[in-house]
């Protein structure tokens, strides 16, 4: 184990009865880093984060989080972690801050009500604390329960799916408040569906199947796809986009915003198609894939049902 590492497993195996839910996943992370954990659904990223943190025993592999075996030392790691499942919930009948004393209290906290007090503080919720914690909005509640789990000081955070249904504006505030807390020297991995979110991580981690397809930087994840994409601005791109699928050379067209995005591996051959449109007020220019683009591309290579979608 290298001191440096919060996280260190290799080949973690999960099986449910006959079904692998994990199949041999390694990951090295070092401490201070913020990750993304993507893949769609049922691809296993739950069952790692469990694994990982002590919370479900691996049917196969080793290693360690935060220096503590995860098949041994698991209560030690839970200590030291803080993890945000999927259905973190409150009591919605219980004011703010009855919700928050009562995670304080389960993690015997020393100095209960100034460590509340603060919590409630540094969160900007001073003058509702006496609210009842079901009438805030979603994004209030995520960023609750980030306080609540936050509270005991852990080196790592594990959350899973946090800004699952929230909207936009309150998704920036969450990540706000997970890149204040790694420049504290929070480690961080966070299981996402959103490519924006996953464009604010340090390096990503893509699962399919249980298996993981693709590790590294937004921009290594891209290069390592291979695909080159041409970016069509026009009255003519919603005709024009039939007309290109399925042309030799051309993998993906998609569109992004009032846009068409139309990727392959050779850029030539994705020229050569585009200049044949003629008659169609389009403007094409070469841009970066997307990193959605890049997955599909990843996973057919890896031999995945592409049809799963995150
Ligand atoms: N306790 C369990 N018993 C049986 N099967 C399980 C159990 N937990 C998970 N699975 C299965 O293992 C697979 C991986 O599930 P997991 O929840 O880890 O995926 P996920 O990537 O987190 O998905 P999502 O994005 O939907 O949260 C799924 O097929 C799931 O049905």
Known sequence: MTQDLAIDVHGLVKRFGSKTAVNGVDIQMPRGEVWGFLGPNGSGKTTTIRMICGLLKASEG??????????????????????????????????????????????????????????????????????????????????????????????????????????????????????????KGMTVLVSTHYMDEAERCDRIVYLANGNKIVEGSVPEVIERSGLFTFKGEGQGIRRLAERLKGQPGIEHVAYFGAALHVSGVNPETIRAVLDQQTGHDVQWKEVRPSLEDAFIALMAEAGEDTRVHA
Not at 100 to 125: C, H, M, Q, S, W
Not at 158 to 167: I, N, S
């Open 62 to 183: 080793r290693g360690q989080c935060l220096g503590y075996d995860i098949q041994k030392d698991a209560n030690r790691i839970k200590v030291e972690t803080g993890y945000m499942t999927q259905k973190f919930s409150f009591w919605g009948d219980m004011t703010i801050r009855e919700n928050i004393e009562f995670v304080a209290r389960l993690y015997e906290l020393p100095n209960l009500r100034r460590t509340v007090d603060e919590t409630i503080e540094k969160l900007g919720l001073t003058n509702r604390q006496k609210q009842l914690a079901g009438a805030l909005s979603g994004g209030w509640k995520q960023r609750m329960a980030l306080a609540a789990v936050t509270m005991h000081n852990p080196q790592l955070l594990l959350l899973d799916e946090p800004t699952a249904g929230v909207d936009p504006q309150a998704r920036r505030d969450f990540w706000d408040e997970i890149h204040e807390l790694s420049l």
